[in-house]
């Protein structure tokens, strides 16, 4: 008896931030080991669920390099990386949609299903959510790579309003009818920013940011953007992190509220970030 | 942290019940030490307040006898009960409404707006909700006691659909123009099957019904409603517990699908019987 | 014959006053002998419900005095005064709930509803209507007497939109938890102003305000919004009168365009104020 | 101060009567006298715009055969009546429309619009509303005299919800293109019918229904629909009354409560018959 | 098969303007030989009602002057004209009256509905949808001939809401209470003007306005509103286009997009003008 | 001019086609050659979105086998089919959902886009659209290909109501979790009858149905329900015809009131079947 009264007690201990995120938008970036472990899976598809249940509206936006670069692969398409961006020619276009919109997306979809709150996955086509353009480096050609232009937002708004889940596939619509490959930190961010987010929540395999990468012990747990905006500039933030610091200051700049780097691998880490005040990973906020 | 992840994992463990009863109505007859401890009385708040957070429409419904009582005595009326029922001339009936209406439901309505969801105290007058007759016992005269004829569930509709909390004072209107004294088990019952509510809960000061009052080892966990109409006829129910019965079958018998009696004593009894599969209490169904 | 026919001429004399007033929320101070001699309650009652017919949203404000003092003196406590303000403790603000809400509230919600519009009883607890805060008067401790510092008109506008008739006790839900006795003319005044009306009207005792209080022939019709600062500056409203002229002031401060002082005692007062040219009592404007 | 009290007073005495067709429809068939002196189409228009301002629904629905004749003389055309049924060729027909509708129908909209409450006329073409055929009398051709079919109530009810008093002209629309003319007595007791008004009222220039026509003092009160139906066959309702009896058959047998036979001349008979206990005319009723 | 799939050509061809006008309003003055034959008059019926089924909002605005002096004629009434203005006395205003509104606004209407789609006719009375004035002009007395002061375009609205397609005969509603006559072009560019209209079209017997109406090969086929105001003021535009141009430069300044002088007597006309590229007649636009 | 005129005329031949199907539903199973050469797929987009902009609500439903087949031979795997339905192991079913979901149904979307509706894609799992189970054909085992065992309209009902066109790749949500690969046709008849929807087209490379498929002269223009039942009983269709049949058969006894088998390479095969009087290919109805 004692341990099912301790129980109800941590369910109270959550309704302070039940209150505060109650009819809220927060966008998930959701990628890393988080979309690969099968138990990972399921644990964070159960925390959307409750998250949707309590009367928050989470909108999950993913990528999928890994399991692109391993269909790649199967197909005897060479996989090359300039600047952490993919190589993506005709062929490997087709082969990155594919794999996100018809692999990865509905997986997430499914689980999120078999938890009890149905969800819809959308790409960039569908109802025009995602508006891109040939992204421009220098002189190099990456191919079909490219950077959003604008988030038309009316479908998320009608699926949010319907009671789905809307799960993102980040494929952009060129308005040269060509699709392009655009990075999920960064769609998540315009997302977050189009859709005035509460908050912005970025699932990776690290604990958030470092002052020093290699100090395990220098783990930043609070950064004010124009902070967070000059460690960018000065080049001290590593490569891996770069576009997921970028989606945070898109986001904040556009005034969603706070922006969240967390480690995904840690079970509930979503339901630990918004429902308890054991702050975890890294926030940055504006103020 | 490993704490932490406990308490992430705990609010999962709610989700099933989450699911279940989102949306639906839930009639809890508040009353006995769970009104009367300070404590308790917070803890309550908070659990209905959480109930409401997470999609299920609860609907408070309260006596107050023990403090009527002490009112009586301080204003020199003689406390008599007969047959369980209070004699309530025409005086007792003004203190009776002041006492319920204006101390007890206020202070109701006061706790759970501090934590955080809106409620509003209405009595039996308000929008008409308990119109009432006199109760006919036989030859003797109780005065103002009565008994419901007809609940008219708009004010309770409406209240729920701004999104309040009602918190009910058991007084009946009558078609005479009087207030009428109506036992509040009663009354939760009658409303509950108005409703057609999922559930109704009697909070008491004991851990249920016993199939012998005296053997603490004999509580019933779960019992069907024909028993239960049963052990009523053949006066197995103690008279504490014979108007909560009574209130149960009324409910069950309009299509309420189950019926708890719970000790309110016990911290956040509420949240343990609507979000875990701890069972407590004594709970009544159809089948 | 003769008689109906003038009886329909009088109706159709009554239109440009419907008209005017179609869709309009007046709020109306309810008090003195207008509220305790019953062949006035009725009228009162019949007009109230006869304005929501014809298309007006009236809102009742009550205290309740006279009735409280009885009270106090039953349960022998002392009836003091300072500066007309009553003297409060932890004991007299719980008799000062019991008989508003309790009692005088649900005696004008059972007499409404009797005529044929459901009306439902507030008080500043509900939905968090009165927000209140201890009033300060110089160093004297008057108790659990207090002021507005917030109206949440929500819940107003809810049960104006479910077709009810709000009916108020002047109770304020302090922001400690504790409740405060607030000047019911003072309310009045706030609620006004709170909801837009169009009008306010206070029943009094007497026929409205005098150049001369002695003098029965000096009774001020007409008074404009300045000219009635300027009296209550220069101390010449006598004590009685003077919060509801504060009340007027409030009122017609935040936009209201008319504040009325009427004799509740004449019958029909509020139908002869609104639906006659026959001005009675007396009406303060701005302009 | 005396005769603005009894004003008061009779005010409330008509609180029954709105409290009884608030939101009620009631079809009005406007003719005879009361349509062509001025002074009566005053009172009459005042006493529609004041049902419509205490929350009835008024329809107005009228002929004009008198203005139709006096035209059709200046117009040189010959005025004959069969059956009581003008003979109406096709230069008739568009004497009949556009009297009706270009004059009738647009003095009475302007009237009401004058005093306070918005009106839109129509006629049978108008959203289709009278959908009519050619009436067949034995051999007798009386051109484009026609019986309605079918009523499409679409558009009264759209210009009622919009708040409009709607006032229809009786032109039935062909279903071969033709207009025809219809008995507007007729077509009131059928537009009742589709409506399920709760009342229709006929206003002409008699008292009533007599037992014997010569006989003044013989005016019929209260009829029973069978007693009805009764007299028309057996022929003792005379020519000019038949339409109107025929009319409030077919509505009291579509579920119409009541049907009254006025004299229109009567100051505000409208308000007499509505609002008072003072029943005058003929009312014929199912039960 | 070949000219089968040139149809659905041709039906394709229609989406580009189907999308620019889907949910627009299109004000379209009928006037002229497309109101008097009868072959025209079908097509133009067609027209509309297919305008309407494409998410079109067509609102009719007609005159009828020629049939208006035939009765005149037939009555034995002086047809004259002053300046373009017919002079209208009392017994001239009823004539106009009963042909516009029970003649011709009704004969439009029920072709309308014989095609497919309800439309409800209307005038200045209806819903107080014209109000007008006396118009001056020097010291000579037209009688009851009128101009704009107010458009109250809620009967518009809710009839458009309501999804019919009104059509209004040009008949103003006088403060005074009386009828006036007005100018159906200047009507028109009114009621384009208050409702906001994308789109005015003018329907005449000429293919448009001219550079010297004399050469036939100088049709101008687009304008700038700069333009067309120098050209009324320089008098380069004869007497019976001046009312039009004068109705698009109303509209014009009011924010309507283009407004449209068009051969009503070219079939399908309106079908051309907005469905297809082949721009016909003269387009008039601010920039 | 002549020639433009005629296209005016042949837009309103359409009118009484836009009339029957004005909000109405259309389910349009799409596949075949039109679905593989860019020209058609360029000429249907343009036919969807003309449907919807005429008040039309078209379904788009989909396969892609030969571009499945494609990748599998890419892939390495072997491409084998048992009675006509692809053996789909678990590798497969993930190429499968790939081409079907990630490729051929984003082309579908931005096609329509383009053309100026927007449409959202969507498979089984979206809102749980497609509830699957395996199916079962004797003792052989297909892997991953399934049967609908549920359709859950609430994605499609919202997504329609939201103005968006619905593209579906026939992908089944099986309750196990897994992904089912389900015969295009089959769903589109699933589709149409949990749509209630008015016709249901089937795009084809052949003409329809014929008594002799060897025999061109031999199409059936229109087919009973029942004989198409029989055809079917007796083997007279032919294999690839058949899934197509069955779903027309499940349409109409679903209450569907018409099924069409078209050739799709017909330019425009879509609008000649919809808004012409030019029966093509063949016609299945009840009755």
């Not at 604008?150 to 993102?168: C, G, S, Y």
């Not at 395999?205 to 902070?227: M, P, R, T």
């Amino acid at each position: 008896m004692q341990a099912v009264m301790e129980k109800a007690q941590i369910l109270t201990e959550a309704l302070p931030y039940i209150k505060e995120y109650h009819g809220k938008t927060v966008v998930i970036k959701y990628g890393g080991a988080a979309m690969q472990r099968k138990d990972l899976k399921e644990v964070i598809a159960t925390d959307i669920v409750l998250m949707k249940y309590v009367g928050i509206n989470p909108v999950i936006v993913h990528g999928g390099g890994p399991e692109v670069s391993r269909y790649m692969k199967i197909l005897g398409k060479e996989v090359k990386f300039i600047n952490g961006l993919r190589v993506t020619d005709s062929e490997a276009i087709d082969i990155v949609k594919m794999v996100l919109i018809g692999k990865i997306n509905k997986e997430i979809v499914s689980l999120i299903n078999h938890h009890g709150k149905l969800s819809v996955g959308i790409s960039g086509d569908d109802g025009n959510l995602i508006v891109a353009k040939k992204k421009q480096i220098g002189d190099v050609d990456l191919g079909y790579v490219g950077e959003v232009t604008k988030i038309n937002r009316k479908v998320l708004d009608n699926l949010i309003n319907d009671d789905f889940i809307p799960v993102v596939a980040t494929i952009g619509a060129g308005e040269d009818g060509m699709s392009y490959n655009i990075n999920a930190d960064k769609v998540a961010g315009e997302i977050a920013a189009a859709l005035n987010a509460d908050k912005i929540i970025f699932l990776t395999d690290v604990d958030g940011l470092y002052e020093d990468f290699e100090d395990k012990g220098s783990l930043i747990s609070e950064l004010k953007l124009a902070n967070c905006e000059y460690k960018l500039a000065e080049k001290k933030v590593n490569q891996g992190m770069t576009p997921k610091v970028e989606g945070c200051i898109t986001a904040l700049k556009a005034g969603v509220k706070r922006a969240h780097i967390l480690n995904g691998t840690i079970p509930h880490a979503l339901l630990l970030e918004v429902f308890t005040d054991k702050g975890i990973g890294t926030m940055i906020s504006e103020t």
